[in-house]
C-alpha cells in the first residue's frame, strides 16, 4: 500500500518530502495505511522533480538530500521518497 501511495502521489505531481513512520497511519478497522503530513511536499509538474535545499527528518532522508553536511545541492524529490519507502519497508 506504502509503494502504490507514494506512486499515486508521484503520477500526480506531487513529492511528499518526509516519509518516515510517524507519518504513516494504518486504520485499525480497515487495515488501509494512509500517508499524512504534507507540510514538506513539494509539487511539480511532468518529471521536472529536481528540488534544492534540506527536506524531510534525519535518520529518514537519502543521503543526497543533505543530511550529513548540509549541503545545498539538487536532487530529485521523487528518488528520495522512494529510497525513504525502501527504509520504511
Not at 48 to 64: F, L, M, Q
Amino acid at each position: 500500500q506504502l509503494i502504490r501511495g507514494v506512486t499515486f502521489l508521484h503520477e500526480n505531481g506531487v513529492a511528499h518530502g518526509d516519509l518516515k513512520p510517524d507519518n504513516i497511519l494504518i486504520d485499525p478497522t480497515t487495515r488501509r495505511l494512509v500517508i499524512i503530513d504534507f507540510s514538506l511536499s513539494t509539487r511539480f509538474d511532468g518529471t521536472d522533480d529536481w528540488v534544492e535545499g534540506y527536506s524531510g527528518t534525519p535518520g529518514w532522508t537519502a543521503p543526497e538530500v543533505g543530511e550529513y553536511g548540509g549541503f545545498s545541492k539538487p536532487y530529485r524529490a521523487t528518488l528520495a521518497d522512494r529510497w525513504a519507502c525502501g527504509k520504511l519497508i
